[in-house]
C-alpha cells in the first residue's frame, strides 16, 4: 500500500447500506465525496444531476474536480433510472455490462488469522476436541516459524480484503512476534483491525508445548503486543491492540482478572468465547463454580474477573441463559454471531433474534477456522440459513431477512469494534471503508457476464431481489474493489 | 458441442471416487483409458509407470497412442508422489502449480430450470406461498416467451455443466414447447439429463393461467414430451424424458392414474415431491383422505396411483412417517436430498442417516430455486452442515462425513437417476463423466494461486484434507474441465 494518501475522491452511481436492522437504503444516481487524507465522507449528493450538483459540491467544499479521482460506475450510456431495469438495451454482439452498486466493507468481528490454512478441515469434531486435534499444533507452529506466520497471515489478509473485509478482529496465537507481526501485515495491507494476542495459561486444558506459563507471563507477553501495536499505529486509526483471554477455561483466574485490569485500565478492547458449546459450558460451571455459580453462568465468569464491558466482544452466545443475556445487555457487551463455525462444528444454532430483543448488539464472525470460509457474505448466508433452523424450533419470527443479515454484516458489526458511526454506512462524517460489488448480466442469447461470478441478473429483479441474489450466490469475484479508509486496498484483477 | 465422436483418450493423474457410503478411493499415478465412440472407461491402469504401463495397455486395447489423445495432469517435474506434498519444492518466483485430481462429475438429482433466474430470491416464504408468489408466474411467461426461455435454459444447462453436473434430473414447466427445447439444449451442450413436463391439473391449487386443463390434456402433453426426448436421442444415451407430476396437490387423481399407467406402460422414470414442508403434507392428507389414511401417508398417495418404483425419485422427504420410509425403501424408490432448499424454504431438515438406514437410496438435489444454488457442491457442504443440524436435535451419528456427502452427489444420486454402474465412479464398464479439479497452492510469500478460486493450499494436508477443504470452500472455479460420455462438454477460461 502507498504511504501517500490518496487524493480527494469522488464516488458516482448506486449505493446501498443499511439504514436499519431491517432495511437497505438504496442510493441511485448518486455521488459521494471523499476528502483524501482523512477517507471521511464529506457530502453524499442524491439523485443528482451530474454536471451541476457535482460543480455545486465542489464549490461548497472548495475542492478542484481536476485534482480529484472521480469513480463513475454509471454504465456510460444509461438513461437516468436504473441500467438493470433496461433488459431492451441490451445488445446481443456485446455483453451486457454488470451491474455495478457500492455497499459498505464487512466487519468480521470474529477470526482467527492463525487457523486460516485449516478453513474447512474439522471433520466430525466438536470444540474441545477440534481444538487439541487441529487448532493448537497449527497455532503453535506459528510461533516456532516465522516464514510460515508470514505465509499464513499475508494470505488470510489478503484473502479477507478480497472477500470485502474492510475490518477484522482477529485472534492471532500465544506467540509476541507473530502477533505483532499480524499487526505489521494488516497495516501494510490497509486492513482495518483488532489484533488481539491469545492469553491462555490453564495448565489443566492447554498443553504445556502452547501456553502462558502463568498470569505474570501473560500479561507480560500481551503488554508487549499492546506497545507494539500502539507504537505501529499510535492514534490507532487502523489497528488497535485488543485484549484476548483464548476462552476462560483456557485462563486461570489469575489471568482473567490481570487481563480486566489491563483492558480498564488502558481502555483497551477485550475479545473473547462464551457459552458456544454445551461440553464448554460444563466445564466452565466446575472450572469457575464461585463465579458462574448463583445463575451468573458462563458470562457471569468474564463480569467476575472485569471483561465484561461495552468494548467486549463475546464470539458465539449459543447456549447462554435468561441471565447472561441479561448481564451481556447490561454491561453494553457485543455478540459475534459465527453462524458457518457453530454448524460445523455442531455447537448449536445462536438465537440472534433473542440476543436482538434483548438489546444485545450483534455482529457477524466467520470464525475461521472453526467456520470454513473466510467470507462474511458467507456468514450472512448463513445466518438467513441458521436463523430458518431455529425458527423451525421454536417461532416463525425468528427468521432473519437479508436486510437483517446484510445489517449485521455491517452496522452491527460496527458496534462490536468500538466503530458505530465511523463505518459501515455512507453518511456524511463516516470513513469510506467500501466495497465496489458487480453483478454479471446474461445475455439475450443465455451466454455473457460470466466474469462477475454466479450471480446471474436476468434484467427484469427489482434492486430488492438482485441484492438477494448477491448474498446468496455472490462470492468474491463481485467484490470488484475494497476501499479502507479511502484507500483502495483490492482491486480484482479480472 | 461437436457431433464428431471424440477420439480415443488417456486420463493420467490423480483420480477420487467414491467406493462406498463412508469411502473415497484416492488413485494416484493412474491411468484411465476411455474409448472414443461411447465414452466408457475401457481400463483403470493404477500406480502405473507411464511409459511401460501405457504401453502394454495400449498394446492390450490394440489402441495407437498416436491416435489418441493424453490428458497428462501430473506437474511436468514432479517426483513419483503426491506433488501437493512437496512444499518444499515451491519457488518463490513462479507461482507453485495448482494441485489437480480428477472426480466424478456431480448428478443432481432434482433442479427445476425454468427457477433459475430466481436462484437466491425466496424471501421469507415458505413452500405454499412460494410457489404462487416467486415460482408460477416465472414458468408460465416461459411458455408465453419461447426466447425467454431459450435464454433462461441455455444459462442454466451451461452453470450446471460449469458447477460440473454431467447429468440433472429437470423439471421444466407445463409447456410442451419449452420443454422439449431444454431437451434439444441439454443435447447440444451434451449434459447428461433427465426432461420432465410439469403436469399439475388440480383446480383447487393451480392457477387457471397455469396448468393442464384436465388429467387427459396433462397425459396427452406429457406423451408429446416423451414423444420428442424418444425423437430426439432415441437410445436415451443422453437426454431421456421422465414422468413429473408436480406433487401430489397439484394433481387430480385421475391424472395421477394416468401418469402411473404411462409410466409402467412406457418404462419410463418417475419425479415427484414428497413431504417437503408440515402445511403440504396436511394439504395431501386433506386432498387423498383414501389413499393417505390408515398410515399410508403422502408416500402412500403416490403408490396408490402406480407412481411409487424403483424408477421413482421423490424429493426433499423431510417429514416422512415410519411407514412411509418403509414403503419407500419396499417400493426401492429414490429420495433427492435437498438441503440448500430445505433450510432456504423453512421446509426442514431430512434426516439423511435414518433414510440410508431404512435402505433408501438418497442422492442430492439442487432444487433450484427453492435452492439458492445451482452448484451439487454447495449442496453436499449443506447436506453436512444440515445434518449437524439434525445431529444436535437428535443422534450425534445422524452427522453427515465429507466422504458420504460426496458419495451422495456421485453414486447415490446415480442410484436415484437409473444409472447405477453406468456413472458416478472410475471403473472399467462405466462411463466418463468426470471433471478435472484444480486446488489452488499458495505461494511461499503468501502469494500466487489466485485463479483457482477460495480453496488455498498450503502443501502440508493430506490427501483427504485437501478434499475437505475443495467440499467447504470450492466452487466452480476449482473444476476446470467437464468430459460427458467422453466429451469435453465445459472448460474453464483462466
Known amino acids: 500500500m502507498s504511504a501517500t494518501p490518496p487524493p480527494n475522491q469522488v464516488f458516482i452511481g448506486t449505493f446501498i447500506h443499511s439504514k436499519a436492522l431491517d432495511e437497505l437504503e438504496y442510493l441511485h444516481n448518486t455521488a459521494i465525496f471523499v476528502e483524501g487524507p482523512t477517507g471521511t465522507i464529506v457530502a453524499v449528493e442524491r439523485e443528482c444531476d451530474k454536471t451541476r450538483r457535482l460543480d455545486e459540491t465542489f464549490n461548497r467544499l472548495g475542492w478542484s474536480a481536476a485534482e480529484c479521482k472521480i469513480y463513475d460506475t454509471t454504465p456510460p450510456s444509461s438513461s437516468s433510472s436504473s441500467s438493470a431495469q433496461n433488459e431492451s438495451d441490451a445488445s446481443l454482439s456485446t455483453p451486457p455490462p454488470p451491474v455495478r452498486f ?6 468480521d468481528t470474529h477470526i482467527h488469522a492463525s487457523q486460516y490454512p485449516n478453513a474447512g478441515i474439522f471433520g466430525k469434531s466438536t470444540l474441545l476436541d477440534w481444538l487439541n486435534t487441529y487448532t493448537f499444533p497449527l497455532e503453535a507452529s506459528l510461533g516456532r516459524d516465522a516464514a510460515k506466520a508470514r505465509r499464513v497471515y499475508a494470505r ?3 484473502r479477507t ?3 470485502g473485509t474492510t475490518c477484522a478482529a482477529y485472534f492471532a496465537t500465544v506467540d509476541v512476534g507473530a502477533t505483532n507481526l499480524l499487526v505489521d501485515l494488516c497495516l501494510a495491507k490497509g486492513q482495518r483491525a483488532l489484533v488481539g494476542r491469545v492469553c491462555m495459561d490453564e495448565p489443566a486444558t492447554c498443553p504445556a508445548w502452547y501456553r502462558d506459563e502463568d498470569a505474570a507471563e501473560g500479561l507480560e507477553r500481551t503488554r508487549e503486543c499492546v506497545a507494539h501495536a500502539r507504537r505501529a499505529d499510535p492514534e490507532g486509526g487502523l489497528v488497535r491492540p485488543v485484549v484476548t483471554p483464548r476462552f476462560a477455561p483456557s485462563c486461570t483466574a489469575a489471568s482473567m482478572a490481570a487481563l480486566g485490569r489491563l483492558a480498564r485500565d488502558e481502555g483497551l478492547a477485550v475479545q473473547t468465547h462464551v457459552s458456544e458449546n454445551k461440553g464448554e459450558v460444563d466445564l466452565v460451571a466446575s472450572l469457575f463454580p464461585a463465579e458462574s455459580g448463583g445463575g451468573a453462568g458462563y458470562a457471569g465468569v468474564y463480569d467476575a474477573f472485569g471483561l465484561l464491558s461495552d468494548r467486549t466482544i463475546l464470539a458465539h452466545a449459543v447456549h447462554l441463559s435468561e441471565a447472561e443475556a441479561a448481564l451481556i445487555a447490561g454491561r453494553g457487551a457485543k455478540v459475534s454471531h459465527c453462524p458457518c463455525s457453530n454448524s460445523a462444528i455442531t455447537s ?4 440472534v433474534r433473542w440476543l436482538l430483543g434483548k438489546g444485545v448488539d450483534v455482529g457477524l464472525g466467520t470464525d475461521v477456522s472453526g467456520g470454513y470460509s473466510p467470507s ?7 445466518a438467513a440459513l441458521v436463523s430458518r433452523h431455529v425458527a423451525m424450533g421454536g417461532e416463525e419470527g ?6 437483517e443479515v446484510l ?30 460489488v458487480a453483478l454479471g448480466v446474461v445475455g439475450e442469447d443465455g451466454g455473457g457476464g460470466g466474469g462477475e461470478g454466479n450471480v446471474d441478473v436476468f434484467g427484469w429483479e427489482s434492486w430488492e431481489e438482485m441484492v438477494a441474489k448477491w448474498l446468496f450466490n455472490g462470492d468474491d469475484r463481485n467484490t470488484t474493489k475494497v476501499w479502507v479508509k ?5 482491486e480484482r484483477r479480472s
Chains 1, 2 share one sequence.
Open 102 to 107: 457500492f455497499f459498505p466493507g464487512f466487519i
Open 156 to 158: 488470510c489478509v489478503a
Open 161 to 163: 480484503l478480497a472477500h
Open 348 to 351: 448449536g444454532a445462536a438465537r
Open 376 to 382: 462474511v457474505l458467507d456468514a450472512a448466508r448463513q
Open 398 to 403: 425468528d427468521k432473519l431477512s437479508v436486510e
Open 407 to 436: 445489517h449485521l454484516a455491517t452496522r452491527g458489526g460496527a458496534r462490536c469494534v468500538g466503530l458505530d458511526g465511523v463505518v459501515g454506512g455512507f453518511e456524511v462524517g463516516m470513513q469510506w471503508d467500501a466495497q465496489l
Open 486 to 490: 479511502g484507500r483502495l486496498v483490492h
